[in-house]
């Protein structure tokens, strides 16, 4: 009898063990359960190449010549890069404040709304979705296709159709691998920003070559040129400016960042003045072997001096110029599906762009809309007319974003600013953006400026229906709308997170 109680007492035991590792199973199984929200996956490396790998694309490597043909002159050609990377910092030092004090993604979009309200944050969403984020892809994959498809086409110009095809399937591509996961979006991401520096080291190496070889003779009368009025300047820094675009990058995915307070500040003070050597040494680089003359009549200016500097192993310059195109789509499109998953989120457009994927924690439907909106920019002949001229439209909400720092400053004193910048920087920056959008209003007016104005402010029309009337007509059908589409692609509703 005691045996058999011994033996009982140890079974109860053995059984009491094994529930208890049972609970402990499932204890450590529930607490491996995600939220159904974006997951924080990008570190500061990450950011720093999403950053630099946004900002520079084809532009410094295919047609950097804009600020030269304003400015008339070596020197002021290279002052100007240098002035627009200082001022490109000073917006960016205005960010890192609303970043870490609103710690949202969608990046402009949620300072707005909490600056000035929703209204404002619609016209943004409105003209920055529907128009600058998908053309923006959409050029940049047009680019891509250009110098992917010419080695094909030695003795003539790629076709038309060739181009737009291989340009779709770049952007089928993108928003592919940006559906399937966070971490590869981002590894790619690295990889291409690590090529494009890698190229841009090149051509700085071979200047620096040529300098030590006395290549000099366009540098000895650099500032000897045509006197500069006040408009050149301001379309010179205009375009400079635009090839520093993108410097906000990092703010649209906030909720996504590692420990934003820390990360996003160190992000944004390595990439910018990284990005500004790069744009100065790569334009000195330049004029080391080509003249004013040759700048402006190449195609190609990076191509040009691969030729002239790096044969035969010239190449490399088409070939990571594809890598560059082809990595800024990749950014782009990373950073637009936030937004468009924000704006959705606050009930600005569909509901269903809202939703992520519980399988991949993807906005799998924002992204999916942004490539089918740039699917249609890619379709018309010439989109760059549009897109030169609304992007002007870019300035009013980066004055409006300087603006509404300073207005927060004293209506919203109780929030949490881990960094605070002085506040002459973003009043400096309220005045060159206003001064960014009248500049070439004044000195090259033009009838497309009147219709970006009145698209911009078309938005109006569907935010009274839509948002403030909220007409009972579409709710009901987009009701079984976003239940089939949800059904179709998967996805869910994010969770409400503390």
């Known amino acids: 009898m005691e045996m058999d109680e011994d033996t009982f007492r140890r079974r109860k035991e053995s059984h009491n063990g094994s529930t208890k590792n049972s609970m402990d199973c499932q204890t450590k199984s529930t607490q491996n359960i995600k939220a159904t929200v974006l997951q924080r996956e990008v570190g500061l490396f990450s950011g720093v ?26 020197g002021p050609c290279l002052v100007v890069w240098a002035a627009c990377g200082v001022l490109a910092m000073l917006g960016a030092l205005c960010l890192v404040e609303l970043g870490t004090m609103i710690t949202k993604s969608g990046g402009m979009f949620s300072y ?7 209204i404002i944050a619609y016209l943004f969403s409105w003209t920055t979705v529907m128009v600058l984020k998908p053309s923006g892809l959409a050029i940049l994959t047009l680019s891509f296709a250009k110098y992917a498809s010419t080695p094909f086409y030695p003795e003539c110009t790629p076709p038309v159709v060739v181009n737009k095809c291989l340009a779709a399937a770049a952007i089928v591509l993108i928003v592919g691998v940006n559906c399937f996961s966070v971490k590869l979006a981002s590894y790619v991401q690295n990889f291409f920003t690590a090529a494009k520096l890698f190229i841009i080291a090149v051509i700085v190496g071979g200047g620096i070559v040529m300098l030590a070889q006395g290549k000099t003779e366009n540098f000895s009368n650099a500032f000897d040129g045509p006197s500069l009025s006040a408009g050149a300047i301001g379309l010179a820094c205009y375009s400079g400016l635009w090839a520093y675009d993108g410097w906000d990058q990092l703010n649209c995915i906030t909720e996504e960042l590692k420990n934003p307070n820390r990360n996003l500040p160190l992000a944004i003070l390595t990439a910018i003045p990284l990005v500004s050597v790069c744009y100065v040494m790569v334009n000195v680089a330049y004029f080391t072997v080509m003249t004013g003359a040759d700048v402006l009549g190449s195609p190609a200016v990076a191509v040009t001096f691969g ?12 070939l990571f110029v594809v ?7 990749n950014g782009s499109c990373f950073t637009a599906g936030r937004l468009v998953y924000v704006s959705g989120r606050e009930g600005h457009i569909a509901k269903i762009l809202s939703y992520i994927s519980p399988r991949n924690y993807t906005p799998s439907p924002a992204l999916l809309f942004n490539g089918f909106l740039a699917m249609c920019y890619i379709m018309p002949a010439d989109i760059n007319t549009l897109i030169n001229y609304i992007s002007f439209a870019q300035w009013i909400f980066n004055g409006l974003t300087a603006l509404g720092l300073i207005r927060m400053r004293f209506t919203k004193k109780e929030l949490y600013r881990p960094v605070k910048v002085p506040i002459v920087i973003p009043a400096l920056m309220v005045l060159v953006s206003c001064y960014l959008v009248v500049a070439p209003i004044l000195y090259e007016p033009a009838l497309e400026y009147l219709y970006c104005t009145i698209f911009i402010f078309s938005g109006l029309i569907f935010y009274y229906f839509f948002i403030y009337r909220k007409v009972k007509w579409a709710l009901r059908l987009m009701g079984p709308v976003t239940m089939h589409l949800q059904l179709l692609m998967e996805v869910v509703p994010p969770e409400k997170t503390e």
Request: aromatic share 10%; net charge negative; hydrophobic share 50%.
């Open 49 to 74: 190449c999403l950053i630099v790998g946004t900002m520079i694309g084809s532009g410094i490597f295919i047609s950097p010549s804009s600020v030269l043909l304003h400015t008339g002159a070596v």
């Open 112 to 118: 707005l709304m909490e600056a000035f309200g929703s």
């Open 307 to 318: 030729d002239r500097v790096l044969y035969p192993l010239s190449w490399i310059v088409p």
């Open 323 to 329: 890598f560059s195109t082809i990595g800024a789509a």
